[in-house]
């Protein structure tokens, strides 16, 4: 009887071995068409943004004007055309896609950092603590997150590194909310409690337990995150409230062409889709990480 | 069966039944070349293990299987007199829960979470039947009475009743218009062993009350032993021996059956080895051309590659195995 | 029931009043003053002084604060420094336009995405499946201000169709309502279709049919009134974020909606409007937010219960 | 729950609806009660604003879009003439000036008030010693005042602080407003303050959306308008306002986009109007650091001669605006038409050299008003043609003015890029922003020789004397000192349709609708 057992052949023990989370997970999204144009097209943002930076100088190509050269329709040389200024406008997206990149990475980075780490405690914790943390989170919640990214850019002045943490604390709540509904069923789980039945601290737990059973909702929040951010950068940019100019950020860009969209709507027309084409990225990633992380979603 | 079978008062006539569902990682085939004849009246047991088909065989009759990516084929399908095969989709919306009706496998799933039970059950009443919504309310409360459940709480959400409570809503709502085939889908397998015997005590007790015959699908041949007539035993997609109760349980011929019974714990001596049946469960996407149960037959040779045809052993009794062809073959089933 | 939307109500009053805090400190942090640019040019200290004390703006940020709570607890927002008026009269003569072009989205954001969530979901991995989610991430990934303009460019510069903003009959609120309620839409689709999709693999659905039920019956009373509960708690949050999407929208469209005022008084800085406004969007988003939860109660049985203990 | 649903949708839509139909579009109805054979004027003229109309009343603030719309409703005592741009009497006949600080006035006689009283003294030294010291933009103004004299109904005598050759400019304060004595008296001060002597009546007020006027079938201050009824629209978006006025919506636009002048001026159904403004737009140096390079007067000089204004002028008005020479504004009194220092790219190149400046970066501050930041935009760019780094800051326009009175030598803050719109007198253009004592001197210039200068020209009575003071004014500030660097005095415009006519453009934005109208065929 034993040796019937060994009819599964060593290639279909192969088959059935545990791969690794990444590799599972980037099994599972290679699969989807969608989700790689949508890892295709960041991989390309990020080379043309990159690229930029190397190839045009900002004082140069981005600050100086040729007042002689404004408002030449998109042609030849200048695929985008040139705006008010006779600046170059393809020069420009290209140039401006790092901030739009910067801002939407690093305000999820900050927003995922303090959001979800609040997140994990309260919900690790559970009664007092995470009564606090998660009525904290409301007062950023109730807020209008436009109204208080505007509110919070007033307060501090328009920069990047404002624009970043304005961005990031609007979208903080969210990964706290995420990250406590993430961590809720598997509080109890008994892996946990043997854990804590074995001494080990609190903190050690929740990094090394708590954390990769509940990061999937977290991976793809961040993704989602993204896109959002950029998005509701280039609004508060295009409220002038942004990276100041020369700086080509593309909402700010939008804000500039707006008054000129009658006669040169393509000086909005090539920023606004930039900021779509980044944002559909973003979107198409999120949705085939969620697939990826967790096929039981998969639609 | 026999061959005289036109005259015979038939709720059920399927014949050659081909159920496939086409994936993205590939085909299923997942009931092939079935045959099935249930007489008024009569219990029929399907028996086999999970992904035999059983469910799937079912669900086709009541034309349920989702396409797609489901594609079912079939020679002939009549129920109850109606040809299923030919019918518009209202027709057949008329047949289900009136001609034919199914217990479902889950109870915690099956119920709506968002209707109140006796709303659940008067719906089936409002569509089959010509009465008020007053009166298939009345009906409804009298149908959980019927299946034991207080008739005041058919005001009240599935959420609010314990698991053996929802199978038994389940079952008055497959009763509710009295089916003349009724198709359970193990339908005790979710219930603690006290439940089970009360529902299927209320089953056998219905069933003598509206006349009805039974699709009883199970792996538990104890439940098969207890309530049906005849027996069918499924594998890979088909049954591989089919008789009364009798043939099946006490002149088991095929091989896999054989295995079955022999996997059941021996009452008699508790210190004997549990015997399985070897090999893994066969893959639905790589069928052999042959007998499906081949690989992990003990009587294999390479006639079993091929294709096995259906063949009477008695007049009730039929078996798909070729291994009776070879000289002085017999199986080995364990004495019980 | 009752308890819980009391427990709900009473929760408010701290975020409120946090809220109330971390925007007043915003507004107080922000450089600049409203006397300075109110001021004529020519204006002297004394003068500035004086104007302050008009406005109630002198003292420190702990002692104003103090005084803005004393009125805010008897429910005064006080009055606008720019406006001079009280902040509620400034708010509420305009709610109406916002809530107005809220409701506006809102059709048209249900009339896109339930039927084309629904057909999606029906028809998964069809053809419709496919371009109506394509549609949708569109949707979801296009700025709302671009799409503004894109359609003023061409409905109302190009061929000059509707007014390109402004407020006045209902032709004023066709590209402002399309505009917010298509972004929505983008989202929406995508919550109904997922929502369906889940449901309609559900067990009870195949109960239904096989109890005979029609496959129309099968999904707009059986499957829809499940997928429904998700359904209704995006809605809850679309409608949040029409009033605060509002801002985008009331900008681009020059709609006489309170997000632009919130705008021009954060730019004016002008605190107590600034301050009142948000307080008040605030209240409105939290009460979306307790209806939406009483309409799921309503919806799904099980949460009614919840509620209950 | 598609019940749910179907209501929802109902509640919404029939919600919306109501609101739709329900809201005021200002209407165009008729009322047309002009007789036949005389000529026919459309009845209701309706002004696309750009910004927000807030309060009628005129010592509530000094916004000009408020400004124009209290000056159909609310006279003054003395106003801008602006066909002549002198400062005359609006409800003042004439005045003496017994000395520079004894001034009489004589009221006209029989003005009518909005509410059937005629105008007396009574009403003027009830809007200016009563509400005037109450009221923060107003208590400056009659702060000058030391005794107010009420000779008879119609004649009062000012007897001031300290002598004022200006004084009756003064008056044209728009806080200064006359209202009627009785009207407060009568009923509450929010409906007391609509009350005016001027040819329109207030009628209704939609805040963000529209106010609207009434024409004062009485009216004795002005002749009683043709047009029965203004209506003033908000639309923030000038492209809207170009949409409005193309569709016949609105009658006249205010502030048109610079990309839409052309199709406005060559068009047969509409007009552009224009008159060149009086704000004076520069970049000023903050003189305060003597360690900043901007503190070395060649650098000042480098930096006249850099800039090509009009490439500036280009960049931030699309051209509309007309290059300044001198710091002194050109409709000012007494403005000398001076040469400036002209642009010379290569002096300049060679003493931004010479100064050893290529490279470095210099500090600027600017409010974040569309045409401010566009010239800080270009004066970036024209700088870094030379190699000169401007790293720029923008702030809200409040912001600014905070930082620019109250920075010390350490802000940092070494360039800004300001306006100052100088009213009524000479002596307002250099008080305020170059005078040491100056509320809003952004250069911080403590030069007491320039102080001594502007003081003795205001009090100069002879008029030759006092233009070679503010000649030797401009020319020392312009080319010597160079505390500033004038760039321009924006075009304002104005659109309207073809026939439309009566109005008159106001050099610092409060533009006059009084004779508005538009005749009908």
Redesign the interface.
């Known amino acids: 009887?034993e040796e019937?057992t060994n009819?599964?052949s060593l290639d279909e023990y192969k088959k059935y071995k545990k791969r690794s989370l990444a590799a599972d997970v980037w099994h599972n999204y290679k699969k989807s068409p969608s989700a790689m144009v949508g890892l295709i097209l960041i991989v390309i943002i990020i080379v043309l943004a990159i690229a930029a930076q190397l190839i045009y100088d900002y004082?140069?190509d981005i600050?100086?004007?040729d007042?002689s050269q404004?408002f030449i329709a998109p042609n030849t040389e200048h695929l985008f055309g040139t705006d008010?200024?006779g600046r170059d406008v393809l020069t420009r997206v290209l140039y401006g896609a790092k901030y739009s990149l910067a801002v939407g990475i690093v305000s999820v980075a900050i927003s995922c950092a303090i959001g979800a780490t609040l997140g994990l405690i309260a919900g690790y914790y559970g009664g007092v603590i995470e009564n606090v943390i998660m009525?904290?989170c409301?007062?950023f919640m109730?807020?209008?997150?436009?109204?208080l990214g505007?509110?919070?850019m007033?307060?501090?002045?328009?920069s990047l590194i404002v624009l970043m943490l304005a961005v990031g604390l609007v979208y903080m709540s969210a990964f706290a909310r995420t990250a406590r509904s993430a961590v809720l069923p598997v509080r109890d789980q008994e892996y946990i409690e043997a854990a804590k039945v074995a001494g080990v601290s609190d903190l050690k737990i929740i990094f090394s337990h708590v954390l990769p059973n509940s990061l999937s909702p977290i991976i793809v929040q961040v993704t989602m995150g993204v896109?959002n951010g950029i998005?509701t950068a280039?609004?508060l940019s295009?409220?002038?409230l942004g990276v100041?100019?020369?700086a080509p950020e593309w909402?700010a860009m939008?804000s500039s062409g707006?008054?000129?969209?009658?006669?040169y709507?393509y000086l909005?027309?090539f920023p606004?889709l930039a900021?779509?084409?980044t944002?559909?990225a973003f979107?198409?990633m999120g949705?085939g990480l969620r697939d990826a992380l967790d096929p039981k979603l998969k639609? | 069966m026999s061959q005289t079978e036109n005259t015979k008062d038939l709720v059920l006539d399927l014949k050659n039944l081909q159920v496939r569902f086409e994936t993205e990682d590939g085909i299923c085939y997942a009931v092939n070349g079935l045959d099935l004849e249930i007489e008024r009246g009569k219990a029929l047991g399907l028996v086999g293990e999970t992904g035999a088909g059983k469910t799937t065989t079912a669900l086709s009759l009541l034309r349920l299987v989702p396409d797609p990516p489901g594609v079912v084929e079939c020679e002939k399908m009549v129920i109850n007199g109606h040809d299923m095969l030919n019918i518009s989709i209202k027709e057949l919306e008329k047949i289900r829960g009136k001609d034919i009706s199914m217990i479902f496998q889950d109870p915690m799933t099956a119920l709506n979470p968002v209707f109140t039970v006796g709303d659940q059950i008067a719906e089936s009443i409002m569509l089959h039947e010509d009465v008020s919504m007053a009166d298939a309310q009345r009906k409804a409360i009298d149908m959980l009475e019927l299946v034991g459940i207080p008739g005041e709480r058919a005001g009240e959400y599935p959420h609010e009743f314990s698991g053996g409570m929802k199978q038994r809503v389940v079952i008055a709502i497959a009763l509710a218009c009295h089916p003349q085939l009724l198709i359970a889908d193990e339908p005790t397998t979710a219930l603690d062993v006290t439940i089970q015997a009360q529902v299927l005590d209320l089953m056998r007790n219905l069933r003598q009350q509206y006349q009805t015959s039974l699709i009883m699908i199970t792996h538990d041949l104890g439940i098969v032993a207890e309530v049906c007539d005849d027996v069918a035993v499924m594998y890979g997609g088909n049954i591989v021996e089919q008789g009364t109760l009798e043939d099946v349980f006490n002149h088991t011929m095929h091989p896999y059956t054989e295995g079955l019974f022999n996997s059941l714990p021996n009452i008699n001596d508790r210190k004997a080895k549990l015997t399985p049946i070897r090999g893994l469960m066969l893959d639905p996407m790589d069928m052999p051309p042959g007998c499906p149960f081949a690989p992990r037959c003990p009587y294999y040779d390479e006639k079993c590659d091929l294709p096995q045809e259906k063949k009477y052993v008695t007049e009730t009794h039929a078996i798909r195995c070729c291994a009776y062809e070879r000289p002085g073959f017999h199986i080995e089933r364990k004495e019980r | 029931m009752y308890r819980y939307v009391l427990k709900r109500i009473l929760m408010m009053i701290p975020v409120l009043l946090a809220v109330s805090f971390v925007v007043y400190f915003l507004m107080d942090l922000a450089p600049g003053d409203i006397i300075s640019s109110m001021a004529p040019q020519d204006a002297t200290e004394a003068e500035i002084e004086m104007m302050r004390e008009e406005l109630g703006l002198n003292g420190t940020l702990m002692e104003r604060y103090f005084r803005y709570m004393k009125g805010l607890i008897k429910g005064d927002l006080g009055m606008s420094l720019s406006l001079k008026r009280p902040v509620a009269e400034c708010f509420f003569q305009r709610f109406p336009a916002t809530l107005k072009l809220a409701f506006a989205s809102i059709i048209v954001t249900l009339l896109i995405s339930i039927p084309l969530g629904i057909a999606a979901a029906t028809h998964h991995r069809s053809v419709l499946d496919g371009v109506s989610m394509v549609t949708a991430l569109l949707g979801v990934s296009m700025p709302a201000f671009w799409l503004g303009l894109l359609l003023i460019l061409a409905l109302s510069l190009k061929l000059k169709l509707l007014p390109s903003g402004g407020s006045g009959g209902i032709q004023y609120i066709i590209l402002p309502a399309l505009t917010l309620g298509a972004g929505n839409a983008g989202h929406m689709t995508r919550i109904t279709r997922s929502s369906m999709l889940d449901v309609i693999r559900q067990d009870y659905l195949r109960t239904a049919r096989a109890k005979g039920v029609s496959e129309k019956q099968v999904i707009r009373k059986h499957a829809l009134k499940n997928a429904l509960i998700p359904i209704i708690n995006v809605f809850g949050t679309t409608f949040g974020n029409s009033l605060g999407g509002a801002v985008a929208i009331e900008t681009v469209f020059a709609w006489p909606g309170v997000g632009r005022l919130t705008v021009s008084a954060i730019n004016n800085r002008d605190m107590t409007l600034a301050t009142g406004c948000i307080i008040m969007f605030t209240i409105f988003m939290n009460i979306t937010m307790l209806l939406v939860d009483i309409a799921y109660a309503y919806a799904d049985p099980r949460i009614k219960a919840q509620y209950s203990n | 729950m598609k019940k749910i649903l179907a209501l929802l949708l109902a509640m919404a839509m029939i919600f919306s609806l109501a609101a739709c139909s329900g809201s005021n579009e200002p209407a165009q109805s008729g009322g047309d009660d002009q007789p036949s054979g005389e000529p026919h004027y459309k009845d209701t003229i309706i002004i696309a604003m750009a910004d927000e109309f807030t309060t009628i009343d005129p010592t509530a603030t000094t916004a000009e879009t408020n400004q124009i719309v209290q000056d159909l409703v609310i006279d003054l005592l003395t106003d801008t003439n602006l066909n002549t741009i002198t400062n005359e009497g609006e409800l003042v006949d004439h005045w003496e000036m017994v000395a520079p600080d004894d001034w009489i006035f004589y009221l006209k006689p029989g003005i009518n008030f909005h509410d059937g009283t005629v105008l007396d003294v009574d009403d003027v030294e009830f809007s200016l010693m009563v509400r005037g010291p109450e009221k923060s933009t107003a208590a400056n103004y009659v702060a000058k005042i030391k005794e107010f004299i009420k000779i008879d109904d119609l004649t009062f005598e000012c007897k001031l602080v300290a002598g004022d050759v200006d004084f009756n400019y003064t008056f044209a304060a728009n806080a200064l407003s006359i209202q009627s004595k009785e009207a407060f008296e009568s009923m509450p001060e929010e409906e007391a303050v609509k009350i005016g002597t001027g040819p329109f009546m207030f009628e209704e007020f939609v805040p963000g959306d529209y106010v609207s006027l009434v024409r004062f079938e009485n009216c004795t201050s002005a002749p009683v308008p043709n047009t029965r009824r203004l209506v003033f629209k908000m639309i923030p978006e000038a492209s809207a306002r170009m949409i409005a006025l193309e569709n016949g919506e609105v009658d006249v636009i205010m502030s048109p986009a610079a990309t839409d002048y052309s199709r406005l001026s060559d068009s047969d159904e509409f007009q552009l109007l224009t008159t060149t403004g009086r704000g004076q737009h520069f970049i000023a140096f903050n003189l305060q650091n003597a360690n900043s390079i901007v503190s070395d007067p060649k650098f000042r000089l480098a930096v006249a001669k850099a800039i090509d204004k009009d490439e500036m002028v280009l960049a931030a008005w699309d051209g509309y605006a007309q290059v300044s020479t001198s710091i002194q504004c050109r409709d000012v009194e007494f403005y000398a038409d001076i040469e400036g220092i002209p642009y010379d790219p290569e002096g300049a190149k060679a003493l931004f050299e010479e100064l050893g400046v290529v490279g470095s970066t210099i500090k600027l501050v600017t409010s974040d008003a569309d045409h401010r930041v566009k010239m800080a935009e270009n004066f970036q760019a024209q700088m870094a043609k030379y190699g000169v780094k401007i790293d720029v800051e923008y702030m809200q326009q409040s912001a600014l003015i905070e930082l620019l009175t109250s920075d010390g030598p350490t802000s940092g803050v070494e360039l800004s890029i300001v306006s100052w719109t100088p009213g009524k007198n000479a002596d307002y253009m250099y008080r305020n922003p170059i005078h040491s004592q100056g509320g809003r001197n952004y250069a911080h210039l403590q030069d007491p020789e320039i102080d001594a200068l502007i003081d003795e020209a205001a009090g100069e009575v002879d008029r030759t004397r006092r233009a070679e003071l503010y000649k030797e004014l401009q020319e020392k500030l312009t080319c010597e000192i160079i505390n500033w660097v004038p760039i321009a005095q924006a075009t304002l415009t104005m659109g309207a349709a073809k026939g439309v006519e009566g109005i008159l453009l106001h050099p610092a934005l409060v533009h006059s609708f009084k004779g508005v109208q538009k005749l009908e065929d």
């Open positions: 009887m019937n009819r599964i004082e140069v600050v100086q004007q007042l404004r008010q200024y009525r904290f409301d007062i109730g807020i209008p997150s436009v109204l505007i509110a919070i007033s307060a501090f002045g328009q896109a998005l280039s609004f295009f409220l002038g100041p100019v020369p909402g939008l707006r008054q000129y969209i009658r006669d709507s909005t027309n606004g900021i779509m084409i944002v559909l979107n198409l949705d639609q």
